[in-house]
């Protein structure tokens, strides 16, 4: 069965701190991984994606890992703002679907403290 | 804004009746998406269009919902007799093809009182 796991569930963090979250999944075959960052009553908008060459990637302050091999990724948040307090969803997609159906993970709910 | 748009931003309606929610994507996106989701959870796949073609629809999607993409721009989806369990955030997205990133709109909230 295709799944998505994140950890942890929610994380609170002080202003201008280092965060790490984490994301396993079971997806196979892998196509992409998808981080999005979700405010409470808005759609998801999307970070980073990342395909299977990948193993980082950068978009300002988030930096995504990637390891295909452990089917592990990360989203790590640098010098954190109050801005940053949101969901945080890894997605995963299924290569060789046409469909581009993706496979979400609950998200870690990150709240970020003055 | 050229971004996906949903509506109504919220719904709320007495249990056994219709709502309709509609949905418009990215104007050069030819594919559409349907989740749905509830608090604490991430989206659950409902339904996808390529164009005006219904591809594929979740086990979720009872017949009690449908979904229409007549001339494969907006997307309606309808729930008829509404149940307290469809209480959730309806998201749309859209997207060019399956390897790009997937454009979401800010979602319909329904209640079911």
């Known amino acids: 069965k295709n799944q998505v796991e994140q950890s942890p569930q929610s994380l609170i963090i002080l202003e201008g701190k280092n965060c790490t979250l984490q994301c396993n999944y079971t997806v196979s075959p892998f196509s992409n991984l998808r981080w999005y960052k979700q405010d409470t009553g808005r759609g998801p908008v999307s970070l980073t994606i990342m395909t299977f060459s990948e193993n980082t990637k950068s978009n300002g302050r988030y930096t995504a890992t990637l390891d295909a091999d452990t089917k592990q990724s990360s989203l790590h948040i640098t010098a954190s703002q109050l801005s940053d307090s949101a969901s945080y969803i890894c997605?995963?997609?299924?290569?060789?679907?046409?469909?581009?159906?993706?496979?979400f993970g609950r998200g870690t709910q990150l709240t970020v403290w003055p | 804004d050229t971004g996906v748009s949903q509506d109504p931003r919220h719904k709320i309606t007495k249990r056994g009746q219709n709502v309709t929610f509609r949905c418009d994507p990215i104007s050069e996106h030819n594919r559409l998406y349907w989740y749905r989701q509830t608090l604490g959870q991430g989206p659950e796949f409902l339904t996808y269009?390529?164009?005006?073609?219904?591809?594929?629809k979740s086990r979720l999607l009872s017949d009690r919902f449908s979904a229409e993409r007549p001339k494969g721009s907006f997307s309606t989806l309808e729930i008829q007799r509404t149940e307290q369990g469809d209480s959730a955030m309806y998201l749309c997205?859209?997207?060019?093809?399956?390897?790009?990133?997937?454009?979401f709109g800010d979602g319909t909230r329904l209640s079911i009182l």
């Open positions: 269009f390529q164009n005006e073609a219904q591809l594929e």
């Open positions: 997605v995963v997609s299924e290569r060789g679907s046409t469909l581009g159906r993706l496979y």
């Open positions: 997205a859209s997207s060019q093809d399956s390897n790009q990133p997937q454009h």
